[in-house]
C-alpha cells in the first residue's frame, strides 16, 4: 500500500497528520518537538497484572495517554492473551516462587499505581496486598478491577461480562420483544463499567493525590460500573420511557424510528429520527405521505409502520439511501461493518482509527485533548518476557542479581522473532 502527498491531511491533535493507506488512517508524527511534547499521562508509571478484558483495556487506555505501562506475565507461557498491550511492556514473573513475589513487590513500591483483576484474597496471599504496599509507599495506587467488587456475598465468585449484566439489572432490559434478555457482545460490563470505569478510578486517584500526597485503594465493581453506566435507565423511569415490556419502549427497538432496517443490498441503515423535527425529514427522505401515515408516537400503530419503513428501504441500496439521507437531521446512517467504518468521509476527515505496524486497524484513542492529545505506539505488541532485563534494570536491580534470577527461572527475558 502507498500513499500520495494529495492523500494527506491535517490531524486534529497538534503535531500529527494523518496519512492515507488505501483507506485507513495512519498518524505519524512530524516533528521531533511535537513527538516529545508530553501528554496527560507523562511520567506516570504502572504495574499491569496480566488478565483478560477488563484490565487490560484499562492499561491500553492509561498508556495511549503517555502512561508507562508494565504488564507483569506468567513465565512458561508462549503468547500472551492481551491483545489490548499497545504501547505496554511486558516483565515475565514465576509468582510461584518467593523471589518472583519479592521481584513484583519491589515494582510495585517503586510504582504510581498497581492494576489488578484477580479474585479478592489472591494478592494478600502472596503478601502484595494494598494495605502492606500502601505502608512502604503510601502515594501508591492501587485499583482492584473485579466483576463483583471486595465485599459482599458474591466477591470471590467467577464470573463474565453476562453475569455482571445481569446483576447490575440492566440486562433485563435488553433485547427484542417477546424475545429473552440479550447480551450486547461484552462490551457494557467487560469494557464500559470495567476497564473504562477503572481507568477513571486511577484518573480521580491521581488528582486528588496532587493535593494530598496520598495514594488510595479503588474497588472497581464490573456489576457496579454497568449499573452506572446505565444510569440513564434508573433516572428515566418516571419519564415513561421504560413503561412498556422490554422491546416495546421508544429506545430498546419498540419504536419503528429508532431501529435498523434492511437495505436491496442485503446491508443496513440505522433509524433514530426520535424529536418531531427529525422524523419529519425521515418521512420526507422515505418519500412517504405524512398525511397517510399515523402519528409518530402511536404505539399500536408501531408494528404497521415499521413494516411500511421496512418495505420502502428495501427497495434501494445502503449507499443510495447514504446519499439520499447525507447533510439531512433525519438521523439515518449506514450501519457500517469494522473493516469499513475508517473509510467512510466523515472518520477520514478526522483520523479516527490508526493502522499500526502489523497492518491492524484499530479506533483512536478518545477523546481528544487540545494540548495534551494521546499518541499512541503503533509499533507490535510486546512479546511475554521482551522487557524483563531492561525493565528490572531501571527499577534497580543489578545484572548479577538479574542473571541469578534468570538461572532460577524466577523471571524470563524473550526476544521477538523477526516477521519474514
Known amino acids: 500500500m502507498t500513499s500520495s502527498p494529495s492523500d494527506k491531511q491535517s490531524y486534529p491533535c497538534p503535531g500529527l497528520e494523518s496519512v492515507f493507506f488505501g483507506s485507513v488512517c495512519v498518524c505519524v508524527c512530524v ?26 483495556f484499562c492499561g491500553m487506555i492509561l498508556s495511549d495517554f503517555g502512561a508507562r505501562v508494565i504488564r507483569v506475565d506468567r513465565t512458561k507461557v508462549t503468547m500472551a492473551m492481551d491483545s489490548l498491550a499497545r504501547g ?20 510495585c513500591i517503586q510504582s504510581d499505581i498497581v492494576l489488578e483483576p484477580y479474585r479478592k484474597g489472591v494478592m494478600e496471599k502472596l503478601g502484595l496486598g494494598p494495605e502492606e504496599l500502601l505502608k512502604e509507599n503510601p502515594r501508591l495506587i492501587y485499583a482492584r478491577l473485579t466483576g ?32 429473552k434478555p440479550y447480551a450486547p457482545l461484552n462490551l457494557v460490563a467487560d469494557f464500559a ?13 491521581l488528582l486528588e493525590r496532587s493535593k494530598s500526597g496520598q495514594g488510595q485503594i479503588i474497588d472497581a465493581s464490573m456489576v457496579e460500573g454497568a449499573a452506572y453506566v446505565g444510569s440513564f435507565m434508573w433516572k428515566s423511569r418516571s419519564l415513561g420511557l421504560w413503561n412498556r415490556p422490554r422491546g416495546e419502549n421508544m429506545l430498546d427497538s419498540g419504536a419503528p424510528f429508532y431501529d435498523t432496517y434492511q ?12 424529536e418531531p423535527q427529525f422524523y419529519d425529514q425521515l418521512i420526507q427522505g422515505l418519500g412517504l405521505d405524512a398525511a397517510s401515515l399515523p402519528p409518530q408516537m402511536s404505539f399500536s400503530d408501531w408494528p404497521e409502520l415499521r413494516q411500511t419503513f421496512a418495505r420502502v ?8 439511501w447514504s446519499r439520499i439521507f447525507d447533510g439531512t437531521d433525519a438521523c439515518v446512517t449506514p450501519v457500517l461493518p469494522l473493516d469499513e467504518a475508517g473509510s467512510h468521509p466523515h472518520n477520514r476527515e478526522r483520523g479516527s482509527f490508526l493502522m499500526d505496524a502489523q497492518d491492524e486497524v484499530s479506533p483512536r484513542p478518545a477523546p481528544v485533548l487540545s494540548r495534551t492529545p494521546a499518541r499512541p505506539c503503533l509499533s507490535r ?25 534468570l538461572s532460577a527461572g524466577v523471571v524470563e527475558c524473550n526476544k521477538a522473532k523477526a516477521r519474514l
Open 88 to 107: 505496554k511492556q511486558s516483565v515475565a514473573l514465576n509468582l510461584k516462587s518467593p523471589q518472583g513475589v519479592a521481584v513484583l513487590k519491589k515494582l
Open 263 to 274: 437495505t436491496s443490498d442485503g446491508k443496513h441503515m440505522a433509524v433514530g429520527a426520535i
Open 313 to 320: 428501504f428495501a427497495e434501494k441500496t445502503q449507499a443510495e
Open 381 to 405: 505488541d510486546p512479546v511475554v518476557g521482551e522487557h524483563t532485563r531492561s525493565v528490572l534494570e531501571e527499577y534497580g536491580f543489578d545484572p548479577a542479581h538479574i542473571e541469578q534470577l
Open 31 to 56: 516533528c521531533v518537538r511535537e513527538r516529545e511534547r508530553e501528554m496527560a499521562l507523562s511520567g506516570v508509571r504502572v504495574i499491569e497484572l496480566a488478565g483478560l478484558a477488563p484490565a487490560p
Open 193 to 205: 463499567g470495567g476497564g473504562l470505569m477503572c481507568a477513571l478510578g486511577i484518573v480521580l486517584a
Open 148 to 179: 463483583y467488587g471486595q465485599s459482599g456475598s458474591y466477591a470471590k465468585t467467577a464470573g463474565h461480562d453476562i453475569n455482571y449484566l445481569a446483576m447490575s439489572g440492566l440486562l433485563s432490559m435488553l433485547g427484542r420483544s417477546s424475545e
